[in-house]
Nanobody, 115 residues
Framework: QVQLVESGGGLVQAGGSLRLSCAASGSIGKVNAMAWYRQAPAKQRELVASITSGGSTNYADSVKGRFTISRGNAKNTVYLQMNSLKPEDTAVYYC?????????WGQGTQVTVSS
């Protein structure tokens, strides 16, 4: 059974930083891409950043220059470094792994940015 476990969320003041981590366990197979999404209250889930198996990255315009997605040295781990956080970054953040046959989601980690 595949599980994605996120960590690193919390409460931070505007201008601060957080680093989110996501690690997959179980037999996930070949992962083509990893991504971070977020969902704020009463809003749709949106893509924050993604990274392919080849290392290509993509960011939402709202986080470009502030957030960095990277893969860990351990297999099937991904990080999201978030700098210069803003109150509008407050949301539940989810990691997502796109494998050959399935897409897997973590349980989410809350990020709250106070003004």
């Amino acid at each position: 059974q595949v599980q994605l476990v996120e960590s690193g969320g919390g409460l931070v003041q505007a201008g601060g930083s957080l680093r989110l981590s996501c690690a997959a366990s179980g037999s996930i197979g070949k992962v083509n891409a990893m991504a971070w999404y977020r969902q704020a209250p009463a809003k749709q889930r949106e893509l924050v950043a993604s990274i392919t198996s080849g290392g290509s990255t993509n960011y939402a315009d709202s986080v470009k220059g502030r957030f960095t997605i990277s893969r860990g040295n351990a297999k099937n781990t991904v990080y999201l470094q978030m700098n210069s956080l803003k109150p509008e970054d407050t949301a539940v953040y989810y990691c997502n792994f796109k494998a050959v046959w399935s897409s897997y989601w973590g349980q989410g980690t809350q990020v709250t940015v106070s003004s």
